[in-house]
C-alpha cells in the first residue's frame, strides 16, 4: 500500500471515528436502554449518598456501586407522605421524562433517564433511618431516581418575578420544577 492510501485511509478512519466520540453527549455515559435498565432492575451498593444542596435536604446525590463496574451518579429523591408535596412530586419529572421519549430523539433529550423504584420501609430503613413511608398498607417508599447530569447550562433568565407573582398557574408550575 502506497502512502497516499494510507493517508486516505488515515483520514476517512480519524473523521469516522471523531463522528463517534463527538456524537455522544458528554453528560451521558451510557446508553440510556442500558441507563434506565440498571436503574430499574439492577442490584447495586450506595457507594456514596449525599444531601443535595443543604444538610437535612430530601434530595440525595448518589453513586451507586454496580457488579459490572459501570457505576452511576445520580439524583435520589424520596418521596413524602402521599407522594405528592410541595417541591416534591416525583411524578412530574418521570412524566416529563416519558413524555419526551414520545417525540425526540435519544440525542435531543431534555430530562436525563428518570424513574421509580419503590421499596418496603422495613428494608428502606437501611438507607435513610429516619425515613416515613410514601404509602401506608403496606408500607412503601417511593424513590424517584434521576442520571446525574455534569455539564448543565441555562439559556437566558428563566425566572420572571412578576409573572410568579400574578400569575398562579405559572407560580405552582415554577414551583414544582
Same mark, same amino acid.
Given at each position: 500500500? +502506497?502512502?497516499?492510501? #494510507?493517508? @486516505? &485511509? ?9 463522528? %463517534? %466520540? ?17 436503574? /430499574? !432492575?439492577?442490584?447495586?451498593? &450506595?457507594?456514596?449518598? =449525599? ?6 435536604? %430530601?434530595?440525595? =446525590?448518589? &453513586?451507586? =456501586?454496580?457488579?459490572?463496574? /459501570?457505576?452511576?451518579?445520580? @439524583? ?7 407522594? !405528592?408535596?410541595? $417541591? $416534591?412530586?416525583?411524578?412530574?419529572? &418521570? ?5 419526551? /421519549? ?11 433517564? *428518570?424513574?421509580? =423504584? ?8 437501611? %438507607? ?5 413511608? *410514601?404509602? #401506608? ?13 455534569? *455539564? ?7 425566572? +420572571? @418575578?412578576? /409573572? ?7 407560580? #405552582? !408550575?415554577?414551583?414544582?420544577?
Amino acid at each position: 500500500m +502506497n502512502w497516499s492510501n #494510507k493517508i @486516505k &485511509i488515515q483520514t476517512i478512519l480519524t473523521l469516522f471515528l471523531s463522528s %463517534i %466520540i463527538f456524537g455522544q453527549d458528554s453528560n451521558i455515559a451510557f446508553p440510556v436502554e442500558e441507563i434506565e435498565k440498571k436503574l /430499574k !432492575h439492577d442490584e447495586f451498593e &450506595i457507594f456514596r449518598f =449525599r444531601d443535595l444542596r443543604f444538610e437535612g435536604d %430530601i434530595g440525595k =446525590r448518589v &453513586i451507586l =456501586r454496580y457488579a459490572d463496574k /459501570k457505576d452511576l451518579q445520580i @439524583k435520589w429523591r424520596r418521596a413524602l407522605s402521599g407522594g !405528592h408535596a410541595f $417541591n $416534591n412530586a416525583p411524578r412530574f419529572e &418521570i412524566a416529563a421524562y416519558e413524555l419526551q /421519549k414520545l417525540f425526540l430523539d435519544e440525542s435531543d433529550f431534555v430530562v436525563p433517564p *428518570t424513574l421509580a =423504584r419503590g421499596y418496603t420501609l422495613e428494608s428502606y430503613k437501611s %438507607i435513610e433511618a429516619d425515613a416515613d413511608p *410514601t404509602f #401506608k398498607d403496606p408500607d412503601i417508599v417511593l424513590v424517584m431516581l434521576q442520571y446525574w447530569l455534569n *455539564t448543565v447550562t441555562v439559556g437566558g433568565e428563566v425566572y +420572571n @418575578k412578576e /409573572k410568579f407573582n400574578t400569575d398562579p398557574l405559572y407560580a #405552582k !408550575h415554577f414551583a414544582n420544577t
